[in-house]
């Protein structure tokens, strides 16, 4: 045999040698020795007994018919029980079982109908099932199962006793059913007279009781009025008086808040005092401190040529003289009577000689000032809305620049022009200039007509109250006029480029609380208003102090391909910077580049060619331009020959330049107080000319 194992629903019951009583093992393992020894299994279900009886006469002799549901199970947690189990069921399998426990339990079934009425039965389930439950129970455990429940399930009858009971109750139920309900009709019937009644007596004591309060009601009302009269004349006393307390309080605090505003003014003003006095340090008086020495430069190097020249000509002639001595006495004798006399012409009449050359320069520098102007095929002008617009404007700038010649002149050669010609004898002067002025103003306008005749003036917008943003909110607008940091006609733009229907403007940053420098607005509106500038790429993307921003827009410039380029001059926290926007995508994440060097930029020029997009940057105070790629990323250093390059233009493509140098510069001096560089694009790439205007 060996090892037997059963489960928690088995008993294994062993027996032989070694064992005085058969060992009984519940839900476990035990050793048989073969032959020896031998082992059953008992099982312990529990069984579900359906017990049926049918016909059973109860005590009243009234034959019914009861089924019942029994739990029944071989007890296994008592050994004894266990044991007489074993004595009675052990070989025995399960349907032998239960047939011997349902024919008990049946038996005993039809014991308790014999001794119950059939009402009890009917009526009062829970006794006849305990009765059965006790009686079954006592037996069956004898045999070693339990009952472990009964419940009875139906109880019927083929004569219609049962029926007849519920008849009998259900036509009492109704008697009594109507009977109430009659009953109660005549106690409502009855209430509701009384509730009527007691309503018609309420209802007199309310409406005498409402006469009282109502006559009760006027009399106070009347003394509450004259009362509330009274007080509301002392009320309406005590308000003007305590209204004029309070506008004069309201006076004073605005008369602080006066005082506040005006020394917050007073501080806003010195601070842009210092500001501008920076400003002007910057763009006006380092500029032209170096301006002046480039002057002066030049004009010491161009007496000394003169004076070499004249030095190596006045050789020239006297070893000339030398040998022709015989053939140019004669000559030279004639030429020196005629440059006496003309000097001594010269010397009598000074004054007016130099009048009439100026008078004949006049026209010719007018001309050379517009010919760049006359190869402008159209020309877009934008006004604030002060001053002239069109080609009177223009006219007018034309003619400012001819006003400045005298000074530029002195700087050069000394020589006040100007001074020279009014220190000429005064009734000479009031003479001919009085006949003068006419021919002088003709000579002006004949030098500007070639321009106001080519240009093609489109007047596109004007602004007669001056700039003004198109703010994120109306709030920040209005908190901007209150501070003091908005002002429409303050707002200046620097540069212009356009794209499309698009045009875009650098502005000059007179507040650090408005720090837009770069705006866009449509080339033509929709209405006759003027538009409102708009922050471009967005109001977030410009913060002075912030080297990740926008910080001081100046020059712009837009490729063929739709991309603005827009020169950052930075701040003293930040480096200049290099912007490029796909206006495409308006994409404003596509910092291209970030130039760090300690110099501020200042004016720049695109080139675009076969092999890239390349910017010729100038610098403040430096004698170097900046070359940089967009394909290759990267800057070069170019020096300018001891030469402050301020402003930057491209020759025209199809010019051929005059030196050309691997990743250099060759500048020569051109005509026109010109500087003609050529510089390599690439490695690779054609030379192109740059040209230098000062």
């Given at each position: 045999?060996?090892?037997?194992?059963?489960?928690?629903?088995e008993v294994?019951?062993?027996?032989?040698?070694g064992h005085r009583?058969?060992?009984?093992?519940?839900g476990?393992?035990?050793?048989v020795?073969?032959?020896?020894?031998?082992?059953?299994?008992l099982?312990?279900?529990?069984?579900?007994?359906?017990?049926?009886?049918?016909?059973?006469?109860?005590?009243?002799?009234?034959?019914?018919?009861?089924?019942?549901?029994?739990?029944?199970?071989i007890?296994?947690q008592?050994?004894?029980?266990?044991?007489?189990?074993?004595?009675?069921f052990l070989g025995k399998?399960?349907?032998?079982?239960?047939?011997?426990?349902?024919?008990?339990?049946?038996?005993?079934q039809r014991?308790?109908?014999?001794?119950?009425?059939?009402?009890?039965?009917?009526?009062?389930?829970?006794?006849?099932s305990?009765?059965?439950?006790d009686?079954a129970?006592?037996?069956?455990v004898?045999m070693?199962i339990?009952?472990v429940s009964?419940?009875?399930?139906?109880?019927?009858?083929?004569?219609?006793?049962?029926?007849?009971?519920?008849m009998a109750?259900?036509a009492?139920?109704?008697?009594?059913?109507?009977i109430?309900?009659a009953?109660?009709?005549?106690?409502?019937s009855v209430?509701?007279?009384?509730?009527?009644?007691?309503?018609?007596?309420?209802?007199f004591?309310?409406d005498t009781?409402?006469?009282?309060?109502?006559?009760?009601?006027?009399v106070?009302?009347a003394?509450?009025?004259?009362?509330?009269?009274?007080k509301?004349?002392?009320?309406e006393?005590?308000?003007?008086?305590?209204?004029?307390?309070?506008?004069?309080?309201?006076?004073?605090?605005n008369?602080?808040i006066?005082?506040?505003?005006?020394?917050?003014a007073?501080?806003?003003?010195?601070?842009?005092?210092?500001?501008?006095?920076?400003?002007?340090?910057?763009t006006?008086r380092?500029?032209?401190e170096?301006?002046?020495?480039?002057l002066e430069?030049?004009?010491?190097?161009n007496?000394?040529k003169?004076?070499l020249?004249?030095?190596a000509e006045a050789?020239a002639?006297r070893?000339r003289?030398?040998?022709?001595?015989?053939?140019?006495?004669?000559?030279?004798?004639?030429?020196?009577?005629q440059?006496?006399?003309?000097?001594?012409?010269?010397?009598?009449?000074q004054e007016?000689?130099?009048?009439a050359m100026?008078?004949?320069?006049?026209?010719?520098?007018?001309?050379?000032?517009?010919?760049?102007l006359?190869?402008?095929?159209?020309?877009?002008m934008?006004?604030?809305?002060?001053?002239?617009?069109g080609?009177?404007?223009l006219?007018?700038?034309?003619?400012?620049?001819?006003t400045r010649?005298?000074?530029?002149?002195?700087?050069?050669?000394?020589v006040?022009?100007?001074?020279?010609?009014?220190?000429?004898?005064?009734?000479?002067v009031?003479?001919?200039?009085?006949?003068m002025?006419p021919?002088?103003?003709?000579?002006?306008?004949?030098?500007?007509?070639?321009?106001?005749?080519?240009?093609n003036?489109?007047?596109?917008?004007e602004?007669?109250?001056?700039?003004d943003y198109?703010?994120p909110?109306?709030?920040s607008?209005t908190q901007?006029w209150r501070?003091?940091?908005?002002?429409?006609?303050?707002?200046?733009p620097?540069?212009m480029?356009?794209?499309?229907?698009?045009?875009?403007?650098?502005?000059e940053?007179k507040y650090?609380?408005?720090?837009?420098?770069l705006?866009?607005?449509p080339?033509?509106g929709?209405s006759?208003?003027p538009p409102?500038?708009?922050?471009?790429?967005?109001?977030?993307?410009h913060?002075?102090?912030?080297?990740n921003?926008?910080?001081?827009?100046?020059?712009?410039?837009?490729?063929?391909v739709?991309?603005?380029?827009?020169l950052?001059?930075?701040?003293s926290h930040?480096?200049?910077?290099l912007?490029?926007?796909?206006?495409?995508?308006?994409?404003?994440?596509?910092l291209?580049?970030q130039?760090r060097n300690?110099?501020?930029m200042?004016d720049?020029?695109?080139?675009?060619?076969?092999?890239?997009?390349f910017?010729?940057?100038?610098r403040?105070?430096q004698?170097?331009?900046?070359v940089?790629?967009?394909?290759?990323?990267?800057?070069w250093?170019?020096?300018?020959?001891?030469?402050?390059v301020f402003?930057?233009?491209?020759?025209?493509?199809d010019q051929?330049p005059?030196?050309?140098?691997?990743?250099?510069?060759?500048?020569?001096?051109?005509?026109?107080r010109?500087?003609e560089?050529s510089?390599?694009?690439?490695?690779?790439g054609?030379p192109?000319?740059?040209v230098?205007?000062?």
């Open positions: 045999m060996g090892f037997v194992t059963c489960g928690p629903n294994l019951v062993v027996a032989g040698v009583k058969p060992k009984l093992v519940p476990g393992v035990v050793f020795w073969p032959c020896i020894q031998q082992v059953s299994k099982n312990l279900n529990t069984m579900t007994i359906q017990i049926t009886s049918n016909k059973v006469y109860s005590i009243q002799g009234v034959p019914i018919s009861v089924t019942g549901i029994a739990q029944v199970k007890q296994s008592h050994e004894e029980m266990l044991e007489r189990a074993c004595e009675q399998g399960q349907n032998e079982i239960k047939n011997i426990a349902h024919e008990t339990m049946e038996g005993h014991a308790i109908i014999g001794s119950m009425t059939v009402e009890e039965i009917f009526q009062d389930r829970k006794k006849f305990q009765h059965v439950f009686v129970s006592s037996d069956l004898n070693g339990t009952v009964y419940t009875l399930k139906d109880v019927s009858d083929d004569e219609g006793y049962l029926m007849a009971l519920g109750r259900t009492e139920v109704k008697r009594d059913a109507r109430g309900e009953e109660a009709r005549m106690d409502a209430q509701q007279a009384k509730a009527e009644e007691e309503r018609m007596a309420a209802r004591v309310n009781e409402i006469a009282k309060a109502k006559r009760d009601f006027e106070k009302k003394a509450y009025d004259a009362e509330v009269n009274a509301k004349a002392e009320a006393l005590a308000y003007e008086l305590q209204a004029a307390k309070t506008r004069q309080q309201i006076q004073e605090e008369m602080q006066k005082v506040v505003e005006r020394t917050q007073v501080a806003v003003q010195e601070q842009e005092i210092v500001r501008r006095e920076q400003v002007l340090e910057a006006v380092k500029p032209a170096a301006s002046k020495f480039q430069t030049l004009a010491a190097a007496r000394n003169v004076i020249e004249a030095e050789e002639v070893v003289g030398e040998a022709e001595a015989a053939a140019l006495k004669a000559k030279a004798a004639a030429e020196a009577e440059m006496a006399k003309k000097a001594e012409a010269l010397n009598e009449y007016a000689a130099r009048v100026m008078l004949d320069a006049l026209p010719k520098i007018t001309a050379e000032v517009a010919k760049p006359t190869q402008a095929k159209k020309v877009t934008v006004s604030s809305g002060d001053g002239q617009i080609a009177a404007k006219t007018g700038e034309v003619l400012d620049m001819v010649m005298p000074q530029l002149v002195k700087q050069l050669t000394g006040d022009i100007s001074n020279s010609a009014m220190t000429y004898h005064h009734s000479f009031v003479k001919e200039v009085r006949s002025s021919y002088l103003c003709a000579i002006f306008l004949l030098g500007l007509s070639s321009l106001a005749t080519a240009a003036f489109t007047l596109v917008y602004w007669p109250d001056g700039l198109e703010w909110s109306e709030a607008k901007a501070d003091g940091t908005l002002k429409p006609w303050e707002i200046e620097l540069y480029a356009v794209y499309g229907s698009r045009l875009f403007f650098s502005l940053s650090p609380e408005i720090s837009v420098t705006v866009s607005l080339t033509s929709a006759s208003a409102k500038l708009t922050p471009f790429p967005s109001w977030d993307m913060r002075i102090g912030d080297c921003m926008i910080e001081y827009a100046t020059g712009l410039q837009v490729e063929s739709g991309r603005l380029w827009v950052d001059g930075g701040s930040c480096k200049s910077k912007w490029i926007f796909d206006l495409k995508k308006n994409d404003h994440n596509n291209v580049h130039i300690p110099y501020p200042h720049f020029v695109l080139d675009e060619t076969a092999h890239g997009t910017a010729y940057i100038s403040w105070y004698q170097s331009i900046v940089f790629s967009l394909e290759k990323n990267l800057f250093i170019v020096e300018t020959a001891e030469i402050f402003s930057i233009a491209l020759s025209p493509k051929e005059s030196h050309t140098s691997q990743r250099k510069s060759n500048c020569r001096t051109g005509t026109n010109t500087l560089c510089v390599i694009s690439d490695v690779n054609q192109r000319d740059l230098f205007r000062f």
